[in-house]
């Protein structure tokens, strides 16, 4: 793959909830290599759609995903989670397992047919995943016992077990106080800028997309509203077009900040 | 979900429990009942000399034994694998109808066409699949939720239970073999019934290996198990045919019971915690133990009458329903 091939290449991607209207229509979009992508969008907008097809859990009604290139459609499922990790808005787990046997499914894209035992490859992977999400320190708890910010960043790290290079986080700072929020968000950067991986992430909040993050997708509607940096697409002319309201976006401390209200 | 910690000291010291109570039960089993004979004269009638008594014991007594073992095992962890693939924790194959989807195929292959009795689970299997696919797809509304599963089981259940009592009615007959399916007669089981369980218990066995690990990926949500590989409707589909596979031969040979499925899982999960690869092997075991118990209590408490094992686990498994009904929303955890 070449250093410049996006990971994600989009073209034409139509989806349709059966009996719903076209929840993503006609997109064509790239997500860039190594860096930190926003999607963002009003509620209905068709974030969680996108999200859900570039995870290969929806499949498309009409037009292409590519990943690195190739045709998801012709990426086998393993093959595909040794590349790409995903964590979702919402997770079951059983009220006893541990954090250190959750982590340990991250595993499962590099197991065999028995799925017995741990390879010494695994056991690093794992190590490792706990050691950048500080997770190590509640290893043997349940998973059912720990605060939501704790629960996020496990899951977190049984994504990063997958030992892949692209990540998939749909709305996980959903429910967490600012705290959590932030601890997150900083993960996510440390990891871009430590490790190259890429990140696409699906965002509510507006001044977190542009703090943290490199570029944005901005979603409307189901179509694309405009896509690339973010200095570029997270504009007041942009935002009153996909949320309804009147923006003003400033700077506080030199960071962006942005200020909305009702029209 | 339970207040133990499942420690692997703990879960080593419930299996050694198990099998020590298990074979504890087994051994006064054999001595419970309208022939008695000492341990020694037992053991002397099946290796040294011939002995009337040890005989009988031997061709009546000791197949039943044998088979409400395997049986038991078969059906635990044929309703743990269950509640697995529906991620319901109420979920059990003989309430929702596909023991009695196994029932109605076997009693018709019984009574019509006596002579393919050799290969009754395979007309067993195709029944409680024709009934898993109904409940499935009337059950289906984006989604599973448990009450769904229970109504809907619960009316196929009635449907296949009705269609045999009325065939097994116009067939005439109360000791025929379709009744012993219906009432899971166990009482007249013979050492054939004991090879046929015992080989498909075995490739059954081989199957749980193959598939324990996976089984815990099922508990995770769709998009999870998805985003880590798995083909997750490929895995259940697989997952319910090995259950259906497990509760159609015990059906077959046996009969239908209720509860057996749902309770075992449970108290393994209680004890031992939810990992299949641990749970599926005590499931059986204990699914073993309290079958056994239950068909020992059933020919001993109103001697020389019998209670059916079906009867006692509908007994001790209805209350035990209903209460873990009420507590379903925090059994499978968060």
Known sequence: MEANTPVFRTAGLSYAYKNGPMAVRSLDLSIVPGKITAVVGANGSGKSTLFSLLTGYLKPDDGSIYLKGQDIRAVGRRDFARQVSVVNQYNTVPADMTVRKLISMGRTPYSRMYHYGLTPEDMEAIETAMEVTDTAQFAGRAVSSLSGGQRQRVWLAMALAQSMDTLLLDEITTYLDIHYQLELLHLLKNLNETRGTTIVVVLHDINQAMQFCDEAVVMHQGGLLAAGPVVDTITEDVLERAFQVGVHITAVDALPFCICSLK | ?334
């Open chain 2, 1 to 334: 979900m339970s207040g133990i910690r499942h420690t692997r000291g703990k879960i080593v010291l419930f299996f050694i429990v198990t099998i020590l109570a298990t074979v504890c039960l087994t051994l006064a089993a054999i001595r419970i009942g309208g022939l008695d004979t000492t341990y020694g004269q037992l053991l002397r009638g099946l290796f040294i000399e011939y002995d009337k008594n040890v005989r009988i014991i031997f061709d009546i007594r000791l197949p039943r034994i044998v088979v409400a073992l395997l049986g038991g095992a078969l059906m635990a962890v044929s309703g743990l694998l269950m509640q697995a693939v529906m991620r319901n924790p109420l979920a059990d194959p003989g309430i929702i109808g596909i023991s009695s989807g196994s029932a109605f195929a076997s009693v018709l292959v019984t009574a019509l066409f006596p002579a393919l009795s050799p290969i009754l689970p395979i007309f067993s299997f195709i029944g409680g699949m024709v009934a898993f696919f109904l409940v499935y797809i009337l059950a289906w509304d984006g989604q599973i939720t448990p009450i769904r599963l229970i109504l809907v089981g619960v009316a196929v259940n009635a449907l296949f239970t009705g269609l045999y009592e009325a065939f097994n009615a116009m067939t005439g007959g109360s000791y025929s073999g379709a009744a012993s399916i219906i009432n899971a007669n166990i009482q007249y089981k013979t050492w054939d019934d004991v090879r046929t369980l015992a080989i498909y218990a075995v490739v059954a066995a081989v199957l749980c290996v193959i598939i324990a690990g996976k089984c815990n990926l099922l508990a995770l949500s769709n998009q999870t198990a998805h985003g880590l590989g798995v083909r997750v409707n490929r895995l259940r589909f697989l997952v319910s045919i090995l259950f259906v596979l497990l509760a159609s031969i015990f059906t077959a040979i046996i009969g239908t019971i209720s509860f057996l499925g749902l309770i075992v899982p449970h108290i393994g999960r209680l004890l031992v915690g939810s990992d299949h690869k641990v749970l599926i092997p005590y499931s059986a075991l204990l699914g073993a133990f309290i079958f056994l118990l239950a068909d020992t209590i059933g020919r001993s408490i109103a001697y020389p009458y019998e209670v059916s094992a079906s009867m006692i686990m509908a007994v001790i498994g209805g209350p035990v329903f209903i209460v873990l009904l009420k507590r379903s929303r925090d059994i499978y955890g968060s």
